[in-house]
């Protein structure tokens, strides 16, 4: 009750400030329904599907949007690709596929101690770019829990370190990140271009990350890598797993990371239409997983798949189409044309900066979401648009490390680390966060500042 005079603060201030910016009444009853989901979920995260329907009900109501224009907006393929990758996500983590692997990678290099957590970051990157970073931090989360419960050490420095890689890994792929795959089928981007512009990127922001995390919690990863050096035993139980699941999820994992690498070379080779083997392949590979799956396949996609979270997605969707339908985001393309005179260099630096401030506070998809028709108003202008959506990538996800707030894994993270009774304060992880953040969002840029011959 105390955030209520908060939220009606707020929205009062955003829709006076629509009406200051000539805004029509129908795009300012949009922003208004819009801000008063944004500000539902920020300040009532546990029941952010509460407001998302009933937004989607005001729009309707207010005769914002109609039924069809509803159902456009809801991006029904980007919530099919998920469906099925959490299907095989979720098959994998029945066979602890991911735990065995990681298990087995950190068992080669726990000889030298001063290497392991630069080695579990590095690990975090990767499977947060290979998987998704929600996947990713549930089992780094894990281990690491697992890790400093047995060396007795405060786990907070190690989690923040993990989450920090993972947020940055979760930008090197287009299945790294929920925003990876709405800019890629807004965009026509595919595996292989993120491959080209994203990854190197990514690494170098690893690099650093590592390099800053080395400094700032040099004491800990000195007491860390003593414990290590005195324990060296498996975290994992070979009796709790079977070899030949191991070998199949091995199987399952290895042709769907492939399928989704070679997706665009094999729409060109079959003639089919951009990013359509994007969809289709997830959707083999979790027909086939649960075909595998026999009497248990009912149970894999009803407990695996986030229901919750891909309804909201829907809403979400639907609400910022909202802001296109009645001409909001074009005013705001507009405004930010303006504000850059032109200068494609201006226009990288807004896109960026704006976008990881508001990752920062609000949920990066949200933030991508309403950001992706800005960046088709300024492309309809003329404005060179494929450095812009490199932009918003690595503004929606290196702003993340931010805040607590910032991105889903910090979130999923901080509950785990408050169930072994560790809670955090917001300004606990400013100091770390803010030491990752503005560096790598300062690499990110003058990278692809250094590239933009490159892109046109």
């Not at 281990?143 to 047995?150: D, V, Y």
């Not at 800053?212 to 919690?217: G, H």
């Not at 001409?327 to 393309?333: F, S």
């Not at 809670?423 to 990110?444: D, E, Y």
């Amino acid at each position: 009750m105390k955030q209520l005079p908060w939220f009606f603060g707020l929205l009062a201030l955003i829709g006076l400030s629509a009406r200051l910016a000539h805004f029509s009444s129908s795009q300012i009853l949009a922003v208004t329904v819009f801000a008063s989901f944004i500000l539902g979920t920020l300040f009532y995260w546990q029941f952010r599907l509460a407001f998302a329907l009933m937004g989607a009900a005001s729009l309707l109501t207010l005769k914002l949007i109609d039924i069809p224009h509803l159902i456009e907006f809801c991006n029904i393929d980007i919530i099919l690709f998920l469906i099925a990758m959490m299907t095989v996500i979720g098959f994998l983590e029945e066979r602890k596929f991911f735990e065995v692997l990681l298990e087995k990678l950190l068992d080669k290099i726990s000889h030298r101690p001063r290497l392991f957590f630069p080695t579990m970051m590095a690990l975090s990157m990767l499977t947060a770019a290979l998987v998704d970073e929600v996947t990713s931090i549930l089992f780094m989360t894990s281990l690491t829990l697992h890790l400093t419960r047995r060396l007795k050490l405060e786990p907070f420095p190690f989690i923040v370190m993990i989450v920090l890689a993972t947020n940055v890994g979760s930008s090197a792929t287009v299945v790294g990140n929920p925003i990876g795959v709405l800019i890629a089928l807004r965009a026509g981007l595919s595996f292989s271009d993120f491959l080209r512009w994203a990854t190197p990127i990514s690494l170098v922001c690893l690099v650093a990350a590592i390099g800053i995390c080395l400094l700032y919690f040099r004491d800990p990863l000195e007491k860390m890598a003593e414990g290590v050096a005195l324990a060296r035993e498996k975290a994992l139980d070979e009796g709790r797993w079977s070899k030949k699941e191991f070998r199949l999820a091995c199987w399952i994992f290895a042709a769907t990371v492939a399928g989704l690498v070679i997706h665009h070379q094999a729409e060109h080779l079959l003639q089919l239409p951009k990013n359509t083997l994007l969809i289709a392949f997830p959707f083999l590979m979790a027909g086939i997983c649960l075909l595998i799956q026999g009497e248990r396949a009912r149970e894999l996609v009803e407990k695996r798949v986030d229901w919750w979270t891909l309804v909201f997605f829907l809403m979400l969707f639907a609400s910022v189409g909202t802001l296109r339908y009645v001409g909001v985001t074009d005013r705001i393309a507009e405004g930010l044309a303006s504000m850059a005179g032109g200068n494609e260099v201006l226009f990288l630096a807004l896109i960026l900066v704006i976008s990881a401030i508001l990752t920062a506070f609000l949920d990066n998809i949200l933030v991508v979401a309403t950001f992706i028709p800005i960046v088709s108003g300024l492309a309809a202008q003329g404005v060179s648009a494929a450095p812009l959506w490199w932009a918003l990538l690595f503004g929606g996800t290196l702003g993340g490390n931010a805040t607590m707030i910032g991105s889903t894994a910090n979130v999923v993270a901080i509950g785990m680390l408050e169930k072994e009774k560790h809670p955090i304060r917001f300004s606990q992880w400013l100091g770390p966060g803010l030491a990752v953040t503005i560096p790598t969002l300062i690499i990110a840029f003058l990278l692809l500042w250094l590239q933009l011959p490159l892109m046109k």
